[in-house]
Each structure stands twice: as structure tokens, then as C-alpha cells.
């Protein structure tokens, strides 16, 4: 039977975390109804993630322990995750972070704004009621100005476009998983942004913890040059085919 929705989750060394983030999510889909959790785990994840992730999936069938060695980046893990989902049949698709870096309790706000017809639904910590909690001043000041240059330059006018906590109708997702994307990391998400610009899309609150690493200077390079190389279609009269 097809399910409602999906919720994707990379899994990547969150053996510490891994019981109050479960617990967080099951009390919440215990609220909302049909659904399933694929938890996307590769060899990034060097500590006992994979097993506590099988060993879930026995116990509770609305979670699925998806091994993918194949993969070479994040991104790779989110695409892994989406394919997972739509073989599942899924009409509503919610990607987040583990580690309750996203709060759960958010997920049923992303389900209302995609029940009610919103093509996009992408998590925002820079309007009322989101928040930032726990973060660097680096990793603070990348995403905001992230965000900024993203806009100015792309032509694109969301609050935050670099949140990690998003979600989609499957029929947007189909357009997306097989798309040549650049991005090779945090990146990703501000792409996935710009590509999708001319969807209908609603942002909502999220608060976004962050005990996850700083960002590297490969991230950031990749980052840069995904911009630039958009930005410099865009100077062209070349904007990106739109998905």
C-alpha cells in the first residue's frame, strides 16, 4: 500500500544521538499518521549507526535501514533517500538532519503546507518563529550570508536558502533525483532552491540546532563555485533549465 508521506534522514556516525532522536521522531508519527523514515546510511558513518538503524527497522516498520556504499557525498545520501521513497509511493516527501539538529515536531507544520497545495515547503530559520540555537558565529554567518548572495545573485528572494529541512510532493521530487546537480555538499539545498524557484513554495518556522561539524573549506569552494557558475548563466541571459 502506498504510503502518505516520507521522511529521509542521511545517518552518518549518530550512535550518541541516535536514541533521543528516534524517540523524538516516533512520538510525533504516532500523531500524523501513515508513514515511513528512511534512514540513508554509508561508509561516511565509521561508529555503530548502521546497526542501530537495522535494529530499529526490525522493531518498528515504519522505519527503513537503507545501505547505500555507493555513495560519495551528502548529497548522494538525500538522492538515495528520494529514490527510496518514491519506490514506496509516497505523495509527500520531507528531507531532514539527524542528530535533532531538526526538531521532529516540525513535521506536521511541513504536512499541513503541502496538504494545502504548496509545491515546495522548505524550513526557515530567519523568519518570526524561527531560531538558530547552539551554532558557531561562522557557521551562523554562512547561512545568513549564504542567503543573501544567493538572492542577489540568482535572482531568488526566500528568507533562508541554505536550511536543510525541506519537503516536497513526490511529482517535484521526480524532477529533481536524476537532474545533473553540481553540488557536492551543504550547497545542495540552495541549489535544489534556485532550480525550483518558479514552483509554489511556502516557508515556515523551524529551530535548527547544530552540533554537527564546522563546515569544511571544500564545502565552501564547491559552494562558491556552484554559485558563481549559475550566476554567470544568469549574466549570460542563460538561466538553468527550470525544473
Partial sequence: MPHDFSVIVPMANEEEEFVPFVEALQAVLDGIGTGKVFLVVDHVSQDKTRQLCEGLAARDNRFV????PENRNVVDAYLRGYREALRAGSEFI??????????????????????????CVFGSRFIDGGLIC???????????????LANLMLGTRLFDMTSGFQGFHAGIVQRFVDYPLLSKAHFYQTELRYLLR????????????????????QSIFNSLYVLLYYFYLRLRGKAALVM
Wanted: hydrophobic content about 40%; glycine content about 8%.
Fill in 134 to 148: 547552539g551554532s558557531t558565529w561562522r557557521r551562523t554567518f554562512l547561512s545568513r550570508i549564504g542567503t543573501v
Fill in 65 to 68: 535501514s537503507v545501505w547505500a
Fill in 198 to 217: 518558479h514552483h509554489r513554495y511556502a516557508e515556515i518556522p523551524i529551530c535548527y540546532r547544530a552540533p554537527s561539524p564546522s563546515v569544511s573549506n
Fill in 94 to 119: 520531507i528531507e531532514m538532519d539527524a542528530g535533532l539538529s531538526h526538531d521532529p515536531r516540525a513535521l506536521p507544520l511541513f504536512l499541513r503546507a503541502l496538504g494545502e497545495g504548496y509545491a
